[in-house]
């Protein structure tokens, strides 16, 4: 059974982080990249990070370059999404979801949501 399972969000302060965690069942991120994704209210849902270890690449939204950092738990199966200097525009639901095995551009499973608020 394949299943994408997010987790890590929380309420934080203008400033402050969070990591975000996405762990991975029946399948392996050597297979397929890992994308973070988000959406926030009102707003269409918008690509944050992709992280393919058969590219070896990680990839970010220029919103988010110097601040957030994806990386992979080969042991756990696990991506992260390190999210540092969060600011309230950071507000958003993030889910994690499997692309294609060299980006994100096309995706074919999503776990659910995980709620990152900001305060100001």
């Known amino acids: 059974d394949v299943q994408l399972q997010a987790s890590g969000g929380g309420l934080v302060q203008s400033g402050g982080s969070l990591r975000l965690s996405c762990r991975i069942s029946?399948?392996?991120?050597?297979?397929?990249?890992i994308g973070w994704f988000r959406q926030a209210p009102g707003k269409e849902r918008e690509g944050v990070s992709c992280?393919?270890?058969?590219?070896?690449?990680?990839t970010y939204a220029e919103s988010v370059k110097g601040r957030f950092t994806i990386s992979g738990d080969n042991a756990k199966n696990t991506v992260y999404l390190q999210l540092s200097s969060l600011k309230p525009e950071d507000t958003a639901v993030y889910y994690c979801?499997?692309?294609?095995?060299?980006?994100?551009?096309?995706?074919?499973?999503w776990g659910q949501g995980t709620l990152v608020t900001v305060s100001s």
């Open positions: 992280f393919s270890a058969t590219a070896g690449s990680a």
């Open positions: 029946g399948f392996t991120f050597d297979d397929y990249a």
């Open positions: 979801a499997a692309g294609v095995p060299r980006g994100c551009d096309r995706t074919w499973l």
